[in-house]
């Protein structure tokens, strides 16, 4: 496995990590969470000026046509900065998509609008009784003359309150729990009988409540093979939680680094807090965690895009065991250094905590990848 960065991904990383630093502080970041969209549209604008919302798009599609470690060092930069705009929703699970089972004409109508930040996506894909059983599907699709005709709801869909357009999963035959069955469609999110009740998440992160009711789409709005599309999602969501491990390393080195900082700062009987031996054996757990967290961070992204379902899901699954199990040793070090500082609104510290809380319970948590990596 190579280790090393090449000149692409140096860039990548050294333009994201500027754009985060020069325009993603603290204070810019509550606003932007404060406002109506949730996300900041000039900032998305200039992602997408920057050649950021299309690294893996294809050349073809007005992309870079990079890989997913191509992509992974912006989501590390990402998660340094606990940006909130909706590039995981967007980029890599709706790009994602689109890009490996679209027709030649939903990649051109669809990809280069992405690339071009006019187009945001969201993977409507849970729903209210499936937790992490992605086969759980219990909106419908009919197939009604040319026209599908699709029913049910769907939860904490990300980015969708944003998002153009919506990749709805649906059953087109079969029962609830089937694996065959499911299918893919691409439905307007402003379509008949779509209806959106957005949310914050507890990392202030926006979400939403879809209920479809008789939305009617065409043929041409199928995804993927017809009855086929679990080995999609399942791919997508293996993406989609590799992803997830680089913005939570990405966030425990920006904590540790704000950490250690603190130590050498704050005073306390006559001497900053970080020459007590106690509190810099602390932090050098935490150290260590981010370590273990890092070196299982290059497995996932090795094989975030492996054709082999089952090779894909061990090693997705490991790395996120570990990294789940390494941001709580990282956030909850943290919280303790800082002491009742990190508890307020109004410090950074506890913000990365709650993203790195949240994560963990993203695209499966501990307990159900333990199962997953368990079950070979």
Not at 29 to 49: H, M, N, Q, T, V
Not at 205 to 231: C, T, W
Not at 254 to 269: G, I, S
Request: charged fraction near 25%; glycine fraction near 10%; proline fraction near 3%.
């Amino acid at each position: 496995m190579e280790f090393s960065a090449s000149e692409t991904q140096t860039m990548l990383r050294e333009t994201a990590e500027r754009l985060v630093r020069d325009r993603y502080g603290f204070e810019e970041r509550k606003k932007i969470i404060a406002s109506d969209d949730g996300y900041s549209p000039a900032l998305w604008r200039e992602f997408a000026s920057l050649g950021l919302l299309g690294v893996e798009v294809p050349e073809d599609f007005d992309g870079s046509g990079g890989g997913f470690d191509d992509i992974a060092v912006v989501l590390e930069a990402l998660g340094q900065g606990l940006v909130v705009e909706p590039y995981l929703s967007t980029v890599v699970l709706g790009a994602g998509l689109v890009a490996a089972a679209g027709t030649p004409e939903q990649k051109r109508d669809v990809l280069p609008r992405v690339a071009g930040g006019e187009l945001q996506l969201a993977l409507a894909h849970g729903e209210p009784q499936s937790r992490y059983a992605l086969n759980h599907v219990e909106t419908t699709a009919r197939k009604d003359g040319g026209y599908y005709v699709i029913d049910g709801r769907k939860a904490v869909v990300l980015g969708a309150d944003s998002a153009g357009l919506l990749i709805v999963s649906a059953r087109t035959s079969g029962k609830t729990q089937d694996a065959a069955g499911i299918s893919l469609f691409l439905v307007e999110r402003q379509a008949a009988g779509v209806g959106v009740r957005a949310h914050p998440n507890v990392d202030d992160r926006r979400a939403a409540e879809i209920s479809l009711e008789g939305v009617r789409v065409s043929q041409d709005a199928l995804l993927g093979p017809l009855d086929g599309a679990l080995p999609l999602i399942e791919a997508a969501f293996d993406r989609g939680a590799a992803a997830l491990c680089c913005e939570a390393v990405g966030a425990m080195s920006a904590l540790n680094a704000l950490t250690l900082d603190y130590l050498k700062t704050r005073n306390q009987f006559g001497r900053p807090i970080g020459k007590f031996q106690v509190l810099q054996h602390r932090m050098a757990d935490m150290v260590m965690a981010e370590q273990q967290a890092r070196s299982m961070l290059y497995l996932a992204i090795e094989n975030a895009g492996e054709a082999n379902a089952a090779a894909r899901r061990q090693a997705i699954s490991a790395a996120k065991v570990q990294i789940n199990k390494s941001a709580l040793v990282v956030g909850r070090g943290a919280v303790q250094l800082h002491g009742g500082i990190a508890m307020t609104m109004e410090y950074i510290a506890g913000h990365y905590f709650r993203r790195l809380t949240a994560i963990e319970k993203m695209m499966g948590d501990t307990d159900y990848h333990l199962s997953r990596f368990s079950e070979g």
